[in-house]
């Protein structure tokens, strides 16, 4: 199994991204699909996610109404569209997928046992 993280780059300030996640020996349709960031001298931290089921979404507070996750099961792919970006987005990004999410640690590290290698994002001022 292995995913791979691609889109990231440099942007300036209120530009936009799309990153994308490609799995392969895995099918996303039946995962919890989430995305994490590490920032500079910070720990990994939550950014989105979407459950398995009915395609529900969360956010961090940090990105909600600027960043939109959603995934094309015919690609077997996941994407994070990045709106409005600020020089605080700037971050490695990590997409991640489980089929066994609950609720309560959707935005839990430890729920997820895929990972991706990342990518990098770095927003200008």
């Known amino acids: 199994v292995q995913l791979q993280a691609s889109g990231g780059g440099l942007v300036q300030a209120g530009g936009s991204l799309r990153l994308s996640c490609e799995a392969s020996g895995r099918t996303f349709s039946r995962d919890t699909i989430a995305w994490f960031r590490q920032a500079p001298g910070k720990e990994r931290a939550f950014v989105a996610a979407?459950?398995?089921?009915?395609?529900?979404?969360d956010y961090a507070d940090a990105v909600r109404g600027r960043f939109t996750i959603s995934r094309d099961n015919a690609k077997n792919t996941v994407y994070l569209q990045m709106n409005s970006l600020r020089p605080d987005d700037t971050a490695v990004y990590y997409c991640?997928?489980?089929?066994?999410?609950?609720?309560?640690?959707?935005?839990?590290?430890?729920?997820?046992?895929?990972w991706g290698q990342g990518t990098l994002v770095t927003v200008s001022s």
């Open positions: 991640a997928a489980s089929p066994s999410v609950i609720r309560s640690t959707l935005k839990s590290q430890s729920a997820y046992g895929y």
């Open positions: 979407m459950f398995r089921s009915y395609g529900t979404t």
